[in-house]
């Protein structure tokens, strides 16, 4: 009987279940502009918006599906050809057979004369490699004002469908899946499936989940619109597990950092090794075969020294030390000697000035100065953990 219930144990493990990664009603936001809460420009709940343009957003306390508040954009500049993102900081490593979907609800008016290129959808980005630093951007669906339905996927290609049933001055779901095994998504407005003819995609994570509105004409009126109930889920075996790396003096953002996580049994044997980027400021996301129980993860990202934490669904922030050039898990000389033969040199204008080495660039400024000779004395002699 015990070996049938050992058995029966590995077997659930490995049946896909759906879980919400992700899920907010804007319920816990304050009224008014999102605020920019530290320098690396996210505020509530890891949001952030695109302030280089001439719009404004909030969240208001009308118009909402659910609750009482909503995510209101609002154009207010008619003069360019503006456009509005507010993304998520999000980053995802799904498994190999996992679904990720993400689902808001939209709201629409119905202004006389409102131009029909004018537009609300979903930008899901992600890396395409462990290598990457450029986002890459697998998919996009967006409702124009014209109740057509755009899509652009993997491959660049837009697809337009026409959805009648979208109404004005109600809400709507708009939503897209992506299947990791297949490498192809599915999408859908109002409910009604969208026959794509290509949908296929190339990232293999996804780091940036946004929401968007762009106003096209030149002149009013100028089409606003309201989000609501927006939900990520997951599909699949295994235990999702999330936080945010915090990495010590590094000033750069997060495109490119990649994070090492070897999964440990507790005799300390790596039983899974997965590599999961983080998101823009710091998110990680990624899934760990069968459960948690008993297990510890290794966690390091280049430059950087390892921490084991216990293995749990949510990590809160783990904090890695710097000024490890070598990537031996210990600072030595040895990454003294690295940093110094790069002195002085930097990386500008696409091309290396001097004796450009990233593997010194300690802070992610792309110059090798005495901020980083700071760095690596500060942390000299120290050792990752390892278990």
């Not at 959805?163 to 001055?169: E, L, R, T």
């Not at 000033?251 to 044997?269: F, H, I, Q």
Request: negative net charge; aromatic residues 10%; glycine residues 10%.
């Amino acid at each position: 009987m015990r070996k049938a219930s050992s058995l029966f144990l590995v077997a659930a493990c490995a049946v896909a279940h759906a879980e919400t990664i992700y899920s907010t009603s804007f319920e816990n936001f304050p009224n008014g502009p999102v605020a920019i809460s530290d320098a690396t420009g996210y505020g509530q709940d890891d949001w952030r918006m695109d302030t280089g343009t001439h719009l404004g957003f909030g969240a208001v306390d009308s118009l909402a599906r659910t609750g009482t508040k909503s995510l209101f954009i609002n154009g207010t500049d008619a003069s360019t050809r503006s456009q509005l993102w507010v993304w998520k900081d999000l980053s995802i490593t799904p498994g190999p057979t996992d679904k990720i979907k993400c689902q808001v609800y939209i709201r629409i008016p119905a202004l006389s004369g409102a131009a029909a290129n004018q537009a609300w959808g979903l930008d899901l980005y992600g890396l395409v490699a462990k290598t990457d630093t450029d986002l890459d951007n697998p998919a996009t669906v967006r409702v124009r004002y014209d109740k057509t339905v755009e899509v652009f996927n993997g491959a660049g290609d837009l697809e337009s469908f026409s959805v009648p049933s979208i109404p004005y001055d109600a809400w709507f779901p708009l939503e897209i899946e992506f299947d990791m095994a297949t490498q192809t998504f599915t999408s859908s407005a109002n409910g009604i499936p969208l026959p794509h003819t290509n949908p296929t995609f190339s990232s293999i994570v996804f780091t940036d989940f946004d929401i968007y509105m762009r106003n096209r004409p030149t002149t009013p009126p100028l089409a606003n619109g309201y989000y609501d109930d927006y939900t990520v889920t997951r599909t699949g075996p295994g235990t999702y597990v999330t936080g945010k790396v915090n990495l010590e003096q590094w000033g750069a953002g997060n495109p490119g950092n990649v994070a090492e996580v070897l999964v440990r049994d507790s005799g300390n044997n790596t039983i899974q090794t997965i590599m999961a980027p983080l998101g823009y400021n710091g998110t990680i996301g990624f899934v760990v075969d069968g459960s948690l129980a008993g297990k510890k993860l290794r966690i390091r990202c280049d430059r950087f020294l390892s921490k084991v934490v216990p293995a749990s669904a949510n990590l809160g922030t783990v904090s890695l030390l710097n000024g490890d050039c070598d990537a031996n898990n210990v600072i030595t000389t040895d990454d003294y000697l690295i940093l110094s033969d790069a002195f002085d040199s930097s990386f500008e204008n696409g091309g290396a000035v001097g004796p450009w080495d990233p593997r010194a660039d300690l802070d992610g400024n792309l110059a090798i100065t005495t901020d980083d000779y700071l760095i690596l004395s500060n942390n000299f002699d120290l050792s990752g953990e390892d278990e």
